[in-house]
């Protein structure tokens, strides 16, 4: 009963340094986001992808990217991290259907020296 | 835009009193509602949710009633816990994108003392 599963958990880098966060479902969910928690800013989203084969920006989508790697996994990389992205960054999935609620993983705790 | 207004915290409450958290929101079409509960170091749960105009959420003694006239969504339990402590996030879907993106309030701490 995973739900959402996210790797690593917690990590620390270096400016500059490249990443890939890791995270799947196995709830058979079409859709699948990735957003950051930044303290007094809630959730913001980076990228959500509706179905598998489609990825879409969101609100903060500067300096990320994202592959839906098949309908399970959504991975978020960071190419050259900075420290503005230091933050806890969380996956979450949902059925397609407009309306339905979204689960989410318990996030990878990202921080950028 | 869609937006979500939520109460600044923290809400400091002794255990047994009546919590109230306001949530006031913006959106076009019609959209569903949610609250969203984040424990100390763990990811976003559901709590309740709300799919139309006067449907009642309701879960673990937690309420809320979707509002369209005052575009409202409050979250009210009758008796806290020191276990309730934590932080609760209101969220709005916007039916009309036909996905499920969700736009968030910033999050209302609540702390719970015995």
């Known amino acids: 009963n995973a739900g959402v599963t996210q790797t690593p958990k917690f990590q620390v880098l270096k400016t500059g340094q490249s990443m890939t966060l890791q995270c799947a479902q196995d709830m058979n969910h079409n859709s699948m986001y990735w957003y950051r928690q930044d303290p007094g800013m809630g959730l913001r989203l980076i990228y959500y992808s509706a179905s598998e084969g489609t990825t879409d920006k969101g609100e903060v989508p500067n300096g990320y990217n994202v592959s839906r790697l098949n309908k399970r996994e959504f991975s978020l990389r960071l190419e050259s991290a900075a420290p503005s992205q230091t933050s806890v960054y969380f996956c979450?999935?949902?059925?397609?259907?407009?309306?339905?609620?979204?689960?989410f993983g318990d996030g990878t705790r990202l921080s950028i020296l | 835009g869609n937006s979500v207004t939520q109460m600044e915290g923290p809400v400091t409450l002794s255990e047994e009193a009546f919590l109230t958290i306001n949530c006031t929101y913006t959106?076009?079409?019609?959209?569903?509602l949610f609250w969203y509960v984040q424990y100390p170091g763990e990811g976003l749960q559901l709590l309740l949710k709300?799919?139309?105009?006067?449907d009642k959420g309701s879960n673990k003694g937690f309420e809320a009633t979707y509002r369209k006239e005052t575009t409202s969504f409050h979250l009210e339990k009758g008796s806290v816990q020191v276990s309730d402590s934590a932080v609760y996030f209101c969220a709005l879907s916007d039916s009309r994108s036909g996905y499920s993106t969700l736009t968030f309030g910033k999050g209302t701490m609540l702390l719970v003392s015995p």
């Open positions: 959106a076009t079409g019609y959209p569903s």
């Open positions: 709300a799919t139309k105009a006067d």
């Open positions: 979450a999935s949902s059925p397609t259907r407009a309306g339905q609620p979204q689960h």
